[in-house]
């Protein structure tokens, strides 16, 4: 049984259990989906140039390769400081930012910088230790006029990304927020973050590069080398906070996955725990009236992978574990449902 409407990722969709409306063009200013080329989109003008890196690294090309989808020369791969340069612009330099992007990632040590601006003097994203997603932005101190604060986080999961692996990842600053999501589930939201602006460079302009830390012109005589190696696809870049809903459009899955309200709910779900997680979880809710409880995990294709509960049950507080272990790592979705009354929320599983 499906549980929601398949979405593709047109420019508008319709997210019907919100009642609202997700436009994916609404702050874009660059988006570069690497159809055998670097070109921006948008309909903005970005358009990228495909670079040699600084040859301490070896001074490597991208290369047009497959896709996630296996669709050839549809992506770029990145090695040796072989990096996409997009000359500087101000649209490329928004106060607030949400960053959304393909990655399959070969291992090496300290695999590095994806999206860079002048790297911690504007914004960028890299991995570092155990592979973990790691965002960086500059803005002025609120709090000490003419200081800076430098927002350093990372996703915060016990474990990193696995190589050779394809990853939806985005992340966003803005309204004293930095958010990470790794296929289309938001998994930490920091919130100790200034309410501030990233600088505004263009005073003193860096151009924006994919797959090297600094445009190679930059370099001198740097001996860490801080390149990605793997392949990246789909880059886009807004001048806002998306929303849940807008990056799990982004990442391709169903969007009306949780039904609409329903006033005087005999029952309430709660999110799982942990969220993400590796092996097993835990879900709650409580049931108000006695009725048949069904208690079922759906993949993102909407087919049913495990039954929790199916039975009736007296009014009281339950509390099931789901193991999956066996399961493939991604975004699932579980429902309870009582005496016809339904409610889904997602969930989202790591290996």
Known sequence: MKISTIITTAVLLTCTSLYAQIDLNNGLVASYPFNGDATDVS???????VTAGFSAWGGGTPTLTADRFGKANKAYYFDQGGNIEVPYST???????????????E???????????????CYKVNLQDANKVFFTTKVPNPDVPGEFVWNDR?????VGLSAETWYHLAVSFGGGHMKFY?????VKDWDNVPNANIVDISADPHNLVFGQAKPTSEYADETDPD???GKMDDIRIYNRVLNDDEVLALFGLPVSVEEPLVFNRTFELSQ????????STTIEFSQQEKGFATLKVYNAIGQEVATLVSKNQIPGNYKYIWDAGKMSAGVYFYRLSINGVMQTK?????K
């Open 107 to 121: 291992e090496r040590p300290n695999n590095d910088y994806m999206i860079s601006m002048n790297r911690w003097d």
């Open 182 to 186: 790794i296929d289309g589930v938001m």
């Open 346 to 350: 997602k969930l989202f599983l790591l």
């Open 272 to 279: 799982n725990y942990p969220n993400p997680f590796k092996l």
């Open 154 to 158: 990372d996703h915060a999961a016990d």
């Open 227 to 229: 390149f990605f190696k």
């Open 91 to 105: 649209i490329l330099n928004p106060g607030s930012i949400s960053l959304s992007w393909w990655i399959y990632m």
């Open 43 to 49: 309909g903005n003008g970005n358009d990228g140039t």
